[in-house]
């Protein structure tokens, strides 16, 4: 097996820790992160998401424990934790209130600016990444306030992206945004994912989001992980799921309560194609001995 | 006259410097009883937001009129009495929330009403048991969840026993259990108090659950019926950028298939009573 992109051993983290408040936010976390998954993760308000994902592009550093990126211990050198941070981008949630440059052209150049990058490598990468997330030559020189809610947060994808990190996390990247705003930019970090092959890491309350686009799902609960797994296997432990406040997708809902009935459907069903292809066969073969 | 709200022929624009103004509502009419339970939905920059902000005289008509429960919104000697029917609650609690003390955020409107303080008590009572954080009265805010934060901040509009609330993506930024917790504590207002609702959400599982779904595209209202008849126009919602829930949208796939299956499907048991039945039959 090769070396896992993200890596932690042990990994704790306490807020506020020796005052009244304090408070673990993150337990013992053991986990290692393939090179080029596309990762959902998921978990309630308060289950350690956020903070854990900070740790990995050591915006955190661990309480206790330890976490490698590409094999490399993060902290073993604290001077030297801004490559990682080139490394591992980190898009915030509503990151469009993070834009601050006069033109969108500059904001999303801010980035590979500070990496240090010759004008003509900047210039490149800018024009890559405002592409992949369907900005237009005219936007660009716009001043980002000018845009749209949606176009803004796209901006601010574009600005992570053009320091070509090789792990991507974004979080709740689609919060506020409509059914067809959520759908372009899902559908562009997935062609970004499966052109240059990157690590995603998609923090998502959206169980729908992650049936459809990730290929694993990392469940938190209570500062744990609860499970990290293929979606499928995750979504086969629906009951657990949500007992713990999440919800796994209606369609799934509706499978486990047909084989309840005793209907031969599998109860790993998550999207509606897998659905529909399921259903068709049963009904092709319920169709063959009356024919 | 009837309805709480009513929009007649509503114009809006907006301005921005150096460009044509942009018409955000176009003519656009419409009226809701007392003890309504609507969703409103339409994708961003539909002009759904725009529509919500004139129920409570946020923005008022450039064009037309609207009534909240008979008052001409353009009369500024009524702004109060108009903000006291209708209550508005908005996308992020933390927005919302003024004071340090839960109960003294309920109280905050109440306060600035003039309202006597024995009074105060025991409507802020009421309205935290409402929404079912009476037990967190004392905590701070920031302890909360989003889900209680967007409690109180309802509570803090019941308070002013509203006849109306216009929530305007209240779950937005919550997870899956605090979308629960703000649902079901709508839903109780609305039967148990009686107040009319008006939802506006991306969310169509949220609106499979009320009584009535307005669609608005482009300023102008495209469909306005029952969540069984609004989401039986699959394509015609995918064209306007919504979705439908996933029951709806499976149905949908396998009338496509070429079978015929009742196309008003909207929740979760409908589908399943209707696969059961399907696949006994195949057996």
Same mark, same amino acid.
């Given at each position: 097996m090769s070396t896992p992109v993200i890596q932690t051993e042990n990994l704790s983290y306490v807020y506020s820790?020796?005052?009244?408040?304090?408070?673990?936010? !993150?337990?013992?976390v053991n986990i290692q992160i393939e090179k080029g998954a596309f990762v959902g993760v998921i978990g309630h308000t308060g289950s350690g998401k956020s903070t854990l994902i900070q740790h990995f592009n050591g915006l955190l550093a661990p309480t206790s424990g330890k976490i490698w990126i590409d094999g490399e211990d993060?902290?073993?050198?604290?001077?030297?934790?801004r490559k990682f941070r080139f490394k591992v981008g980190l898009v915030f949630q509503y /990151?469009?209130?993070q834009l601050f440059e006069e033109t969108v052209y500059k904001d999303i150049a801010f980035g590979p600016t500070n990496m240090g990058l010759s004008q003509e490598e900047i210039d490149q990468r800018v024009r890559e990444a405002a592409g992949f997330v369907g900005l237009t030559e005219e936007q660009?020189?716009?001043? /980002?306030?000018?845009?749209s809610g949606g176009q803004k947060r796209r901006v601010a994808i574009a600005g992570v992206l053009a320091m070509r990190p090789e792990v991507l996390i974004l979080d709740? /990247?689609?919060?506020?945004?409509d059914p067809r705003g959520r759908e372009l930019i899902l559908g562009q970090i997935q062609e970004y994912h499966r052109r240059n092959g990157n690590t995603i890491l998609l923090v998502s309350h959206s169980m729908e989001d992650v049936a459809k686009y990730a290929q694993k799902a990392l469940v938190m609960n209570d500062s744990r992980v609860f499970m990290y797994d293929d979606v499928d296997k995750v979504f086969a432990h629906a009951g657990e799921i949500e007992q713990m406040g999440l919800s796994v997708p209606q369609i799934t809902r509706i499978f486990l309560r047909l084989a309840q009935l005793g209907?031969? !459907?599998?109860?790993d069903v998550y999207t509606i194609e897998q659905a529909k292809a399921q259903l068709m066969t049963l009904l092709k073969k319920g169709e063959r001995p009356n024919a | 006259m009837d309805s709480i709200i009513v929009a007649d022929k509503l114009n809006f624009y907006y301005q921005n410097e150096g460009e044509a103004p942009q018409r955000?509502?176009?003519d656009l009419s419409i009226q809701i009883a007392p003890g309504e339970f609507v969703a409103v939905l339409g994708h961003n920059g539909s002009g759904k937001s725009t529509l919500a902000k004139h129920f409570n005289a946020i923005l008022l008509p450039q064009g037309g009129v609207c009534y909240v429960n008979g008052i001409d919104t353009r009369q500024e000697d009524k702004l109060f009495e108009i903000r006291q029917q209708v209550g508005m609650v908005f996308q992020n609690p933390d927005n919302q929330i003024v004071a340090t003390i839960v109960e003294e955020d309920v109280a905050f409107a109440l306060e600035n009403m003039g309202v006597e303080p024995s009074e105060i008590r025991r409507r802020v009572d009421e309205a935290l048991r409402s929404v079912g954080m009476y037990e967190f009265?004392?905590?701070?805010?920031?302890?909360?969840?989003g889900g209680q934060k967007q409690r109180v901040a309802i509570a803090g509009i019941i308070a002013m026993r509203p006849r109306c609330i216009v929530l305007d993506?209240?779950?937005?930024?919550?997870d899956p259990r605090g979308r629960q917790e703000v649902m079901r504590t709508i839903r109780r207002l609305n039967t148990e108090f009686g107040i009319t609702v008006v939802l506006i959400t991306h969310y169509m599982d949220e609106a499979a659950q009320c009584d009535r779904v307005v669609v608005v595209d482009d300023g102008v209202i495209l469909l306005d019926d029952t969540p069984k008849q609004v989401f039986s126009h699959v394509e015609e919602l995918k064209k306007v950028g919504l979705d439908v829930p996933q029951a709806t949208e499976l149905i949908y796939e396998l009338n496509r298939e070429g079978l015929s299956l009742p196309r008003d499907i909207i929740s979760e048991e409908e589908c399943v009573t209707v696969l059961a039945e399907l696949l006994s039959h195949s057996r």
């Open positions: 820790k020796g005052t009244p408040f304090e408070k673990t936010a !993150v337990e013992n993060m902290w073993a050198n604290p001077k030297e934790i /990151p469009e209130y660009m020189a716009k001043s /980002p306030f000018e845009l709740e /990247p689609t919060a506020g945004l209907y031969p !459907v599998s109860s | 955000v509502l176009k009265r004392e905590h701070a805010p920031h302890q909360l969840s993506e209240p779950t937005a930024m919550l």
